[in-house]
């Protein structure tokens, strides 16, 4: 069985399962041989240039696991007979990690202490804090669930939104009135065509003065302009580790809005991850092998 794999690590840990035949293809190379042949592909996380074109030549593709839990890349080119699995659950403790990290980053202003500790300049002075605050969590999915159990000890209150209702989760429809009431809004959502730009100006206005928008969804989720706008004004602050454009360009002018912590996409890159993805990906190809049922299969939007 054929398979592409991003990295000699998940190669490694396929390398005994019988009749997989591992080729390592992280997208910055070459493509190698018998593309045609190649019956799994597990993509590396930095998107290959042309996943379209790489996609229509695989004609005896039958499964792609990718390593993240978007699939927004590959869903619109996937061929007939193909499965598409996402990586749901392995990214979940560092990204929610993040997320608390950098709502209390930006509350407690760290940034601006750490620029004042390179001046060397002693700047006393009340700060924000993450206690008594409402974190409302736009996209109450796994890393959702993990991001609340990570605020346990923090003293807030967590709204839930998804695209549903359920018990104790808000639906999407409710987002401008619980807005208003958040001191974080977190951003979890996956990116849809129902998702696009929807932390749009509007979005933005029915925030409350002082409140912090923390993206670790994806960057086009958020209007990149209508969010330069309110954080010059100084009205908004956010917390960013996903840009639009991404990466982002030097001299944009989100680089230099004042309020806004930013990471080069970084939440998920940690050696917890790599260790769960590994995992997956030798129990996804066991269960292939198997004939048995996959896990994380993308049979809708997502």
């Known amino acids: 069985m054929k398979t592409w794999v991003p990295s000699d690590s998940v190669a490694d840990v396929l390398s005994d399962l019988p009749g997989v035949e591992c080729t390592v293809y992280d997208g910055t190379s070459s493509m190698p041989d018998g593309v045609e042949d190649v019956e799994v592909w597990i993509p590396p996380l930095i998107t290959v240039p042309d996943v379209a074109g790489t996609l229509g030549r695989m004609t005896s593709l039958r499964l792609v696991q990718t390593v993240t839990a978007g699939v927004e890349p590959y869903r ?42 390179r001046r060397g300049d002693w700047t006393y002075h009340h700060t924000g804090v993450l206690a008594d605050s409402t974190v409302l969590i736009v996209g109450y999915g796994s890393i959702g669930a993990a991001l609340e159990r990570r605020l346990e000890g ?3 209150d967590v709204v839930r939104v998804a695209r549903s209702a359920r018990d104790g989760v ?34 933005l206005a029915r925030m409350k003065d002082g409140a912090v928008l923390v ?18 004004t100084g009205r908004l602050r956010a917390a960013l580790d996903v840009t639009a454009p991404e990466p982002l360009p030097e001299g944009h002018p989100l680089w230099s809005a004042p309020g806004v ?6 939440a998920g890159s940690t050696p917890a991850s790599e260790r769960r993805m590994l995992r997956l990906m030798r129990a996804q190809l066991e269960r292939y092998l198997a004939g048995g049922e996959l896990v994380n299969v993308i049979t809708d939007s997502y």
Request: glycine letters at 8%; proline letters at 6%; one cysteine or more.
């Open 215 to 232: 993206n670790a969804a994806r960057g086009g989720i958020v209007d990149t302009d209508a969010l330069i706008a309110e954080l010059k």
């Open 76 to 117: 619109p080119h996937m061929p007939e007979g193909a499965v598409l699995c996402n990586a749901r659950g392995v990214h979940d403790a560092g990204t929610a990690e993040w997320a608390v990290g950098a709502m209390i980053a930006v509350l407690r202003e760290f940034p601006g202490f750490t620029d004042a500790q």
């Open 170 to 203: 808000h639906a999407m429809d409710e987002l401008p009135t619980l807005l208003s009431e958040a001191d974080v809004v977190v951003l979890l959502v996956p990116a849809t065509a129902a998702t696009a730009g929807m932390a749009d100006a509007a979005f």
């Open 261 to 266: 912590l930013i990471t080069p996409h970084v």
């Open 154 to 156: 923090f003293e807030v």
